[in-house]
C-alpha cells in the first residue's frame, strides 16, 4: 500500500504530478483551484525530481508554454477553471491538432461569464466538444473523488502518450476543495533525456541528430487534400479511442427500471440518491461514466434495452443528456431520457434527485412499463 | 442646548460622499480599496460627470466597485478592461470613461491591453491599485511582488531566478507617447488622501480635454494578503514598496508630444 | 457506523482544522472520510463550515441536507443549522454570542462554554480543541488514542510541541461539556 494522507482534490493534483514524473507544470492563479500551484510551490519539486513549476503571465500564456515544452517530448500539465480554460481554448486546439501529449485539469466553477466560484458542471460541452476551433477531441477523465484526482494525473498522462493527444481531467469546485482518504502512489522517475528520445523522439522536437530528418511541430496544413488527410487521421485516432478507452462504474444496473446518469460530484450525489430511491421500493441504477470522451455509448445501449428511463443528473442545464439521448436513439430503444439539475454553482441534494425521478417518470411509475410513440 | 439645534446644514462638517452607495464594503479593514473609491466618487461629484460617466471594473478584489459607486459601470473579463474602456469611449466620445485594475489584472494578465490602449492614448483614465499582491484570489504573486516577498506562490519569498524582478509598469507606460498624464501616488496618509485626490482630478481633466490617457498608479495595502494588520501595513509599505515604487508625477504633457521626464 | 456532521461558526475559530482533525483521526481507525468546507470570499470574515463525514463504509454524497452532529459556534449557523439535526441527533454549541439558544426537543443539545475556558487557559487558540473535547465526550466515535495520532497527522511538525495543550484543551471540554436537552 502507498502512503495514505488527507488531502484536498487540487493538493492531490500537485502530488500526484511530483510523484509521476511530470516535467513542468504552467499556471495561473483561479479560485477554486489555486491550491495546484500552490502546493507545487510549497513542495519546491524543481530540488527533489527537477519538475519545473511556473507562473505565468496569463492562461494565455500558460497553454503555449504548455505547447512548446510538450512539443519536446516530455510530461506537461497545467490546471485552471473555467474562465481561464475558455482563454486557453485557442492554444488546446493547437495543441490537438498539433497532437501534443499534455494533462489539463479544469476545476469547474459556475459561469457563463465570470459566473461564481462555486462548483459546476457546466463546461462538459467545452471539454467533449471541442471548446476551440475544428474538429478535434480530448480524452476527458471525470473523478469523482479526491482517489481519482489522484489516479488520473497518471493515466491522464498514459492516455495523452498513447495517443499523442491531449488529456483533460473535467473535475468541479467540490472535488477540487475537498478533502479525502487518499492513497499515494509511489515515485515514478522522470524520464531521462534519452528515454524522452527513445520513447518520442520519433516525433518530438528533442533536437536533430544526423541520423533521423528534422521534427516540425505544427497544425499549419495550406493544401486541403493534406488538411483533409490529417482530419481523417485525428477521427481515426478518436474512434480508436471509443474502441479501447472507454472507463464507467455501474452502481446497482442489473435489475434497474430507472438509471441515472452522473459523473463528478453529481455522481456522487446520486450513489446517495440511489439508496434513497432503493428504500423507498423503487428500482434504481447509477451508471456513472468516468471518461466522458470517449462516452460510454455502448453500455448505454445496453442498459437501454431493458431500462425503462434514464435520468441525466448535472450540475449545468443539461448537456450530458443529449450524449445518453444519441446512445438511446442509436439502441432503436424508446426508454425516455430526461434531466434534472441545479445551475450556478449549487449541488443538487439526493432528495432532489429523487423527487425529480418521481416527477419526470410519474407516468411509467404509474404504469411500470415504458410508453411507446 | 438641544441636539436639534445643532443637527442644522450650517453646522455641517462632513458628510458621506454623495456618490458612494449605501451598499457595505465589502474590502477587509484598512485595505486602500475603499479610500481610492471615496476619492473617485467624490470627484466625480464635484465635477458634476455623474450622468457623463462609465466606469469599467476589473476582476480582482474591486470587482464589485460598481455596487459603491452611484454611476453606470460595466464588467470586464480579467485584464481587458483597457479594451473595454476603448469600445465604450470610440463610439461615445464625450463620456468620461475610467478603468480601475489591479496589479495583477493590469500589469500580469492585462499587460498587452493596458499598453496598446495607452499607446493608441485613448482618452481614458486609468486607476491602477499596486498592492504586490494578488488579492481576491488568496495573496498569490503578482507581477508587482517584491523581491523576497512571501506569497501563497512563493512561500519562500520572491525569487527573481524562479520569478523574475517586480516590474514598474507604470514607468513603462510614461515612455508610451498616448499617455499625458503619468503618475504615482498613495493614500496611507492623509496627506497622500489630499496629493492622490489632485493627481486624480488632473488626471480626469485632462480626459475631458482630449489630451489622451492618463494613469494614476496608487501604491496600496492588502494587509489580508500581507498577513499584517492595517497600521502594520502601512509601515511596511512606506518601508519596502514605497522605495522601490517612488511616489510622485512620471509625465504631465499632452498625447504625441515629448515630455520632459 | 456513519457520522455525518457540520461544523459551523465564524473564519478564524479553527472550523475547519477541528473538521480536519477529526477526519485525520477516523483515517488512523481505518474509516472513510470526507472533509467539505464552504470556500472562497464567503470566508473573508464571515462564516466558515465544513461537513465532515466519517464511515465505514464507502461515502456517497459529501454535501448533506441534513446532520446526526452540528457543533454551531455562532448565531447565524444556529439560525442556519438547528434544524438540519436529524431527530435524535445531535447539537453542540458555544453559548458565547449565542442570543437566541435552541428550542427543538427532539434532539440530544449539549452546551460548551468554550470561548470562557480557553481564555481562562489563557489561549484563545485553544478554543476549537476545547469544543472538540466535548464533542467526543458526547460523540464518542474515535477512540482517544486515535484522535491523538490524528492530531499529530494533522499538524506541521513543527507544532508538534503543542500536542500536549491542546490534548489538555480536550480534556478540559470533556470536563464542561453540560446537557441541555436529552431525548
Ligand atoms: C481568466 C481568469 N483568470 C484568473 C482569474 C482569477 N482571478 C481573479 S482576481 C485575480 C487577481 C487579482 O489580483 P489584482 O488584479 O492584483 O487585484 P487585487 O485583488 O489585488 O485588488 C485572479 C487571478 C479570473 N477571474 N479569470
Ligand atoms: S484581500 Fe487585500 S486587496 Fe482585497 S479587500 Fe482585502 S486587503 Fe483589500
Ligand atoms: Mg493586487
Redesign the pocket.
Known sequence: MGEIKLMKGNEVLAEAAIRCGCDGYFG????PQSEVMETLMAREPWKETGMVVLQAE??VASINMVYGAAATGKKIMTS?SS??IS?MAEGISYLAGAELPCLLVNVQRGGPG?GTIQPSQADYFQAVKGGGHGDYKLIVLAPSSVQEMNDFVDLGFELAFKYRNPAMILADGAIGQMMEKVELADYKPRWTKEEVVEKNGGWATTGKPSSRKKNVITSLEMASNDMEVRNINLQAKYRKMEEEDVRYEAIQCDDAEFILVAFGTAARVCQKAVEVARAKGLKVGLLRPITLFPFPKTIIKELARKAVGFLSVEMSAGQMVEDIKLAVYDAGSNARVNYFGRMGGIIPTPTEVVEALEDKFSWELSYGVKRSY | MDIQDIIKPENLVYQKTKLLTDTPMHYCPGCS?GVVHKILAELIDEMGLQDKSIGVA??????FAYNYIDIDWQEA??GRAPAVATGISRVNPDAFVFTY??????AS?GAAEIMHACNRGENILVIF?N?G?????GG?M?PTTLEGMVTATTPNGRNVELNGYPMRITNLIAQLPGTSYVTRQSVHTAGGVRKCKKAVKKAIQNVLDKKGTSFVEVVST?NS?WKLSPVASNKWMEENMIPYYPLGDMKDSVKGEHSEN | MTEEMIIAGFGGQGVLSMGKILAYSGIMEDKEVTWFPSYGPEMRGGTANVTVIVSDTRISSPVLQEYDTAIILNQQSMDKFEKAVKPGGVLLYDPNGIVNPPTRTDINIFKVEATKASVEMGNPKVFNMIVFGSYLKVRPILSLDNVEKGLAKSLPERYHKLIPLNLDAMQKGREIVEEVNVV
Open positions: 495561473y492563479p483561479i479560485t496569463s492562461e485552471s474562465p481561464g482563454l465570470l | 480599496h476589473p476582476v480582482g478584489c474591486a470587482v473579463a480579467h485594475q489591479g496589479d495583477g489584472d493590469l494578465i491599485i498592492n499582491i494578488y488579492g481576491m484570489t498569490q503578482a492588502c494578503g
